[in-house]
């Protein structure tokens, strides 16, 4: 079993900054691949970012790229998302998940992860 925690949502302006973080707990965590995805009022949860095992490896939703950035620091067991430039469109509840699977395949299909956190919410403002 993983647990994941999210933190770090909240209320920004649109141009602001946010930055969210992801705690697991449980089985080598190392081993896991990562992602982010969210889920904006009324709409499917979609695919944000993702990184591989080790960090050497980040993918990303053409809508965030280049103004979201995910990491992970493996000695913490912490998963961040750096987000910048932020509109009023990236509302949203945003999920850390991990998945068994430690390869790159089919990185944004949410029903190829397993294990997921409870979610937080990030408001945007124009």
């Known amino acids: 079993q993983v647990q994941l925690v999210e933190s770090g949502g909240g209320l920004v302006q649109a141009g602001g900054s946010l930055s969210l973080s992801c705690a697991a707990s449980?089985?080598?965590?190392?081993?896991?691949?990562m992602g982010w995805f969210r889920r904006a009022p009324g709409k499917e949860r979609e695919f944000v970012a993702a990184i591989s095992r080790n960090g050497d490896s980040t993918y990303y939703a053409d809508s965030v790229k280049g103004r979201f950035t995910i990491s992970r620091d493996n000695a913490k067991n912490t998963v961040n998302l750096q987000m910048n430039s932020l509109k009023p469109e990236d509302t949203a509840v945003y999920y850390c998940?991990?998945?068994?699977?430690?390869?790159?395949?089919?990185?944004?299909?949410?029903?190829?992860?397993?294990?997921w956190g409870q979610g937080t919410q990030v408001t945007v403002s124009s």
């Open positions: 998940a991990s998945r068994f699977d430690s390869t790159a395949y089919a990185y944004s299909n949410e029903y190829r992860y397993n294990y």
């Open positions: 449980g089985r080598t965590y190392s081993t896991y691949f």
